[in-house]
């Protein structure tokens, strides 16, 4: 999905991704199709593939497991303030800000809300209104205290900013003094304290 969704000189290696879901696993969210789409969607999708194409096979198979993942977004923590390449190659548990890396939908899904659903939820999962996330089922009677992130911030290319903006509640910086593949791009972000 990564591979598909970026140029080859800007996509996350396998070894990368990998990297990201092992030391910030918290903050890797999957979409998944029973998530990111209604009933009523997937009877489009399989009435418009009634034709027996090979797409139509291709969705079937993947409406047949509806807990298929559509998509990811993807962040690590960050100790400094401002995302360079030491901050987007890694992960610092201690950090206080996230750095979003990844907002991947698998091609199939697109232009049908999975990427700023994803968004809107990964951005509020984070926003911690009393600094206690969740009381625990325990009968310890503790609550639980989220990782404590203080601002979102995200590199993006300009036909992208609109979608940061509207979808996560981003605000456009400028652009990027980080150089990752051919174009430029953008630095936005979202203050959660």
């Known amino acids: 999905m990564e591979r598909a969704s970026y140029p080859a000189d800007e996509a996350a290696s396998a070894m990368r991704l990998e990297m990201r879901q092992r030391e910030a696993g918290e903050f890797f969210m999957v979409a998944r199709a029973v998530d990111s789409m209604d009933s009523s969607v997937l009877e489009d999708a399989r009435a418009s593939d009634a034709s027996g194409t090979a797409a139509a096979a291709e969705r079937a198979a993947l409406d047949a497991d509806a807990r298929s993942i559509v998509g990811y977004v993807c962040g690590t923590l960050a100790s400094g ?5 030491s901050t987007m190659s890694s992960h610092d548990p ?67 900013i609109p979608f940061y903006e ?11 003094a980080v150089e990752h593949g051919a174009e430029t791009w953008f630095d936005m972000v979202l203050d959660l304290a």
Not at 81 to 85: H, I, K, Y
Not at 107 to 115: C, L, N, P, Q
Not at 166 to 176: D, I, N
Request: proline content about 1%.
């Open 81 to 85: 303030d401002v995302l360079d390449e």
């Open 94 to 160: 201690s950090g206080d800000v996230l750095a979003i890396h990844s907002v991947c939908v698998d091609e199939r899904f697109r232009r049908r809300g999975v990427a700023a659903s994803a968004l809107a939820h990964y951005v509020a999962r984070w926003i911690v209104h009393d600094d206690t996330r969740r009381e625990n089922d325990d009968d310890d009677d503790t609550t639980t205290t989220p990782t404590k992130v203080r601002r979102v911030r995200l590199l993006c290319k300009e036909n992208l």
């Open 166 to 176: 509207r979808y996560g509640g981003f605000a456009l910086e400028g652009a990027s």
